[in-house]
């Protein structure tokens, strides 16, 4: 009698647990386990709750009991692994699921489970071995197709991805990840129009998704949309309130913007969720040191190198952060020492250029050694960018070259943005003739 009134409660606890009702279920499944304690499948049930309530020490304790009691239960092997993958804990994840495998091969959801523990591992090509196993034994399992999804994804297979996206949402048409990461393939290959549909999607079933809120983000920033991009990544902050890469992002935007005092403050939270992040000190410096903040610019950078003694760019912005305390020596020893760390990147030359041609002080001033870095950062951005063609008109101008300088404007008016094509043509009008 006992075994018929402890199969009654069981029923109802899994009853309540499909509807997501885990409190009520666990107290179903500890009076059906008062009533049969030898069941390992009660055991195994009340695991499940615990472990859907993140109580993980105790779902662990039953799925243990379980085993005990039945060492060939293998869905106590497969939930006791998915506990392991909720701790992070892949290895030890991996191994539940093999020992289920051995016991039921037949079992999808043990397939796709072990894929899964693969693809967070790294195993890529393991990880797909197992999901087209886990689609041949069940092709209507929609987390199976949203994997193999993935795992494409981090092949770089995005044609692929996309395929298996579009079928994972024929078969559940309501799943905000799906469509969220079909939009993250589309701006992969380059359909920002298509991804920012996508994400838009996902976001109508579920508005606290942060990741799409971030990634909408990307997509207005990258057409120039800097409002709707900070509102976008507000949305990601609301939602997700130790984002880090959206408060840099805002930030970048804030930067960009002008609005330098929001962007210090942006980057002081990505500072305050990791110490160590050398970037954010030195984007803070940045904001800073152009808000006319040259002391805290220069800590910040001071900072940034602490952390990452190879960082370029730091070096590169200190520099100019000791132009405004003039202090010469330093900042000539800070742009060496960002060309030495890298040699082929363009803006440490166009940033040396400029210092020797407008320090304050024109006594030291070098038009001629300005020209020299000037021209090898034209060569290195494939002369490209508008602003190294702006600093070698200048340099031309100042060693009273006008023909040249003309030249370099008119380059760089043909490949800088509508935003620049103004104070260029105020030059070619100011310091030369009309062309």
């Known amino acids: 009698m006992n075994r018929d009134d402890a199969a009654i409660h069981n029923r109802r606890g899994v009853s309540y647990a499909r509807e997501g009702h885990y409190d009520l279920a666990i107290a179903q499944f500890e009076r059906a386990c008062r ?84 693809a967070a591992l790294g195993e890529y090509e393991r990880a797909l071995a197992g999901l087209n196993e886990t689609l041949r034994r069940g092709p209507a399992l929609a987390n199976a197709w949203h994997n193999r999804g993935f795992v494409h994804t981090a ?34 290959l380059g359909n920002t129009a298509v991804a920012l549909a996508n994400l838009d999607e996902a976001l109508r079933l579920s ?5 799409a809120w971030y990634l909408r983000g990307d997509i207005h920033r990258g057409r120039g949309n800097r409002a709707q991009a900070i509102a976008d990544y ?39 969720l990791d110490p160590r992040d050398a970037g954010a000190y030195n984007h803070r410096g940045l904001a800073r040191a152009a808000q006319g903040e040259p002391q805290e610019a220069l800590a910040d950078f001071n900072e940034a190198i602490r952390l990452d003694p190879k960082y370029s760019h730091a070096y590169d912005a200190r520099g100019q952060a000791h132009v405004s305390l003039l202090d010469f020596e330093k900042a000539v020893a800070d742009h060496i020492e960002a060309l030495r760390l890298a ?64 030249a370099c404007l008119r380059q760089a008016l043909a490949c800088s943005p509508n935003a620049a094509h103004g104070e260029l043509r105020r030059q070619l009008a100011d310091h030369f003739s009309q062309p």
Not at 207 to 211: F, K, N, Q, S
Request: proline share 4%; with cysteine.
């Open 35 to 118: 009533l049969d304690p030898g069941s390992a499948k009660i055991l195994n049930n009340r695991g499940f709750a615990h472990a859907a309530r993140l109580e993980f020490d105790l779902a662990l304790a039953d799925f243990d009991a379980a085993i005990r009691i039945d060492p060939k239960f293998a869905g106590a092997y497969n939930n006791r692994g998915l506990v392991f993958m909720a701790r992070h804990e892949y290895e030890r994840a991996r191994g539940e699921f093999d020992r289920t495998l051995e016991l039921d091969p037949e079992l999808p959801l043990a397939h796709l489970n072990a894929a899964f523990a693969d």
């Open 155 to 188: 092949l770089g297979e995005f044609e692929r991805a996309l395929a298996d996206y579009d079928r994972e949402l024929e078969l559940r048409p309501d799943h905000a990840a799906g469509w969220y990461n079909r939009g993250f393939v589309e701006i992969c």
């Open 234 to 272: 507000s949305e990601a902050l609301r939602h997700r309130p130790e984002f880090g890469l959206a408060w840099r992002s805002r930030g970048n935007c804030h930067y960009e913007q002008g609005n330098y005092a929001r962007a210090v403050a942006d980057f002081g939270e990505v500072i305050r």
């Open 343 to 406: 040699p082929r990147q363009w803006l440490a030359y166009d940033n040396f250029a400029r210092f020797w041609l407008t320090y304050p002080d024109a006594d030291l001033r070098n038009p001629s050694m300005a020209l020299e870095l000037a021209e090898r950062a034209c060569e290195l951005s494939g002369h490209a960018q508008w602003t190294c063609l702006e600093t070698l008109a200048a340099c031309h101008g100042a060693l009273g070259r006008p023909e040249q300088a003309r």
């Open 207 to 211: 508005r606290e998704l942060a990741d």
